[in-house]
């Protein structure tokens, strides 16, 4: 009589079943691995015994069954589609082990399965990874990375560092599969791949700070954003950049030697709606201070009160670090300072110092 030995993958659990009743056997995750397997009572009642099987990680590859007395070949199947599928394993007599037990080893039984065509198990590949491949990675946008290989079903992909939370794309294959990620700050992201442990390949990215480009009727000033010191006003900046609220708006006070602040109303002078105030984040905690070149967020006495309007420092305006609680600097000026500079000496209303002739922003737009 053959003794057939089925194993049923649901998601990363392993389930053993013997033809006739099962007892005690141990359910585990992950790769194929049974540690001490309880014991197992045949249909006829004749045959009581424990198993033990581990992957290729572990310190044994063979599976013994205590004394099977009948079963001249192996045989092996593959039935039901991924994730719900069974192997089904005849064991043979084989070659005999301590106590007269029978021994089936990992890489006949992966053998067996290879040779008769069926899609392989997770534990029966050896995955290889040939290179891990990006695009340009853009802070707070969904970008993916590719990877090429063989056998890739059997490995394990994870991001560390910008970026940590990987998300699989559909369409993926067993030598190509892509991945996407969303970076939560700029800095280094690493993605590994790695398989029963041990790591196949390693690939560093850089995620840049973002950067702005900020369309204007007198030019073009483009500001870099600082998402590891100041997180809480980079992403509330972009938020307006992204839904492309501050699309013609315009700079509605300005003072020579101190701001040029804009962000707040429509060309029409109509005050526009903005989201919720965000917290303030000091320069104190940030590091960050109001000098010259830097754009920070306008807000009222309240502390915590920003919400769109922002402004560009003209001049070192440090006393605005602690003032009334101080403003949050979240970027700085790095190409068109000098249009800053000619919107700062434009003609205003002496009541309001709002220009005279609008000075518009007819984009703003993440562009890095």
């Given at each position: 009589?053959?003794w057939?030995?089925s194993?049923?993958?649901v998601?990363m ?8 009743e099962v007892r005690a056997?141990?359910?585990v995750s992950?790769?194929l691995?049974?540690?001490?397997g309880?014991?197992l ?15 290729p990680?572990g310190p044994?590859t063979t599976m013994?069954?205590?004394s099977?007395t009948?079963?001249i070949t192996?045989g092996a199947?593959?039935t ?8 089904n394993?005849t064991?043979?007599?084989?070659p005999q082990?301590a ?7 990992l890489?006949g ?7 008769g ?10 995955p290889a990874v040939?290179s891990?491949?990006s695009?340009?990675l853009i802070?707070?946008?969904p970008s993916?990375?590719n990877?090429?290989?063989t056998?890739l ?7 560390s560092?910008a970026?940590n939370?990987?998300?699989?794309l559909?369409?993926g294959t067993?030598s190509?599969r892509?991945?996407?990620c969303?970076p ?10 790695s ?11 850089t995620?840049p700070?973002p ?8 030019g073009?000033?483009?500001v870099?954003?600082y998402?590891?010191?100041?997180p ?5 900046f972009?938020?307006y950049?992204?839904e492309?609220f501050?699309g013609?708006t315009i700079f509605h006070?300005?003072i020579?030697g101190?701001v040029?602040q804009?962000g707040?109303?429509?060309i029409?002078?109509?005050q ?5 105030a965000?917290e ?19 807000r009222?006495t309240?502390?915590s009160?920003?919400?769109?309007q ?5 001049a070192?305006?440090i ?13 700085s ?13 434009v003609?205003v209303?002496?009541?309001?110092n ?8 007819t984009s703003?737009t993440?562009?890095?």
């Amino acid at each position: 009589m053959n003794w057939i030995r089925s194993i049923l993958y649901v998601g990363m659990i392993t389930v053993l079943f013997f033809s006739g009743e099962v007892r005690a056997v141990t359910i585990v995750s992950g790769d194929l691995s049974i540690r001490d397997g309880g014991d197992l009572v045949f249909s006829d009642g004749s045959v009581q015994s424990k198993a033990q099987l581990q992957g290729p990680a572990g310190p044994a590859t063979t599976m013994a069954i205590g004394s099977v007395t009948s079963g001249i070949t192996a045989g092996a199947s593959i039935t039901g589609a991924a994730p719900n599928q069974v192997l089904n394993l005849t064991l043979p007599l084989g070659p005999q082990g301590a106590a007269g037990s029978s021994l089936l080893t990992l890489t006949g039984i992966c053998d067996t399965v290879r040779a008769g065509g069926a899609q392989m198990p997770p534990f029966c590949l050896s995955p290889a990874v040939t290179s891990i491949t990006s695009s340009l990675l853009i802070y707070s946008k969904p970008s993916n990375f590719n990877v090429i290989g063989t056998d890739l079903e059997g490995a394990t992909m994870t991001a560390s560092g910008a970026c940590n939370r990987l998300t699989e794309l559909a369409g993926g294959t067993s030598s190509t599969r892509i991945f996407s990620c969303t970076p939560t700050t700029s800095g280094v992201v690493t993605i590994s791949a790695s398989s029963r442990g041990t790591v196949l390949q390693q690939a560093p990215f850089t995620v840049p700070c973002p950067q702005v480009t900020v369309v204007t009727s007198m030019g073009t000033i483009v500001v870099e954003l600082y998402p590891a010191k100041a997180p809480i006003t980079v992403n509330n900046f972009l938020r307006y950049v992204n839904e492309g609220f501050y699309g013609n708006t315009i700079f509605h006070r300005v003072i020579s030697g101190f701001v040029v602040q804009g962000g707040g109303f429509g060309i029409d002078g109509i005050q526009k709606v903005p989201h919720l105030a965000i917290e303030l984040e000091q320069s104190s905690t940030t590091g960050l201070s109001n000098t010259q070149g830097t754009i920070a967020m306008a807000r009222t006495t309240d502390f915590s009160s920003a919400t769109a309007q922002f402004f560009f420092n003209t001049a070192n305006n440090i006393n605005l670090n602690s003032s009334s609680g101080g403003y949050a600097v979240f970027g700085s000026v790095i190409q068109g300072f000098d249009v800053v500079k000619t919107i700062e000496v434009v003609p205003v209303s002496a009541t309001d110092n709002k220009p005279v002739t609008a000075v518009i922003v007819t984009s703003a737009t993440q562009t890095k």
